[in-house]
């Protein structure tokens, strides 16, 4: 993952006077994140063994369609499981705990500060910091998504941000505004995979990108 996104984002800040910055962030980032798959991954897979299509009846008390949701907080990034009901979420599975949790960012290399920069540089530093951890984390968590083979487990599964204020669903790979399955409530039939293949790590940034 870490070679592929890199050229891509050294494609997007071609000419850009912050790109070496903004590069090792991204380089930083990606560590980080790489870092953790294992455990990550374990987490995941372990959320769509307990919520899935064939144990829906075992935690989906509502007759509302239960989306297995990785949450996380407005303007924060640590994701963890919960069962999102047309906007009503459960209680966080302690069982599980915190999928990914954030970059420790009292860290520098983790984030870069605006008011190092000169000031016509602050409103493109404070733009990429934000753009670069959602594209790596979004990306990242896409690729486990695969590796997992969560669309086998027949359910939508995606992540939440606060709420209902932004969705991201693993099924397509796509923000909840173009997503097929933002609002899909038949627990009658079991999800099939949606894409044939595997996407690739361009294929998927196009996708992450496409936030509204």
Do not use: C
């Not at 090792?24 to 798959?37: A, P, T, V």
């Amino acid at each position: 993952m870490k070679k592929e996104l890199l050229n891509i984002l050294n494609l997007e800040l071609n000419g850009s006077s912050v790109k070496d910055d903004v590069i090792k962030l991204s380089e930083n980032l990606i560590e980080f994140y790489e870092s953790n798959r294992i455990e990550s991954s374990n987490k995941f897979k372990r959320t769509l063994e307990k919520y899935n299509f064939e144990t829906m009846s075992n935690f989906s008390e509502y007759p509302e369609y239960p989306h297995v949701t990785l949450f996380h907080g407005s303007g924060g990034l640590e994701f963890w499981p919960v069962i999102d009901y047309e906007g009503g979420v459960t209680d966080t599975d302690e069982s599980i705990g915190t999928i990914i949790k954030e970059p420790p960012y009292d860290k520098t290399e983790y984030w870069l500060n605006d008011d190092e920069y000169e000031d016509q540089l602050k409103d493109e530093i404070i733009e990429w910091n934000w753009e670069i951890h959602r594209r790596v984390v979004f990306v990242w968590l896409s690729t486990i998504w695969q590796e997992i083979k969560g669309y086998d487990y027949g359910i939508v599964v995606k992540t939440l941000e606060n709420n209902s204020v932004r969705q991201f669903v693993f099924n397509d790979l796509a923000w909840d505004n173009i997503s097929k399955f933002s609002y899909y409530n038949d627990k009658s039939t079991r999800l099939e995979r949606y894409f044939e293949n595997d996407l690739t790590i361009k294929e998927i940034n196009e996708r992450v990108k496409k936030v509204r």
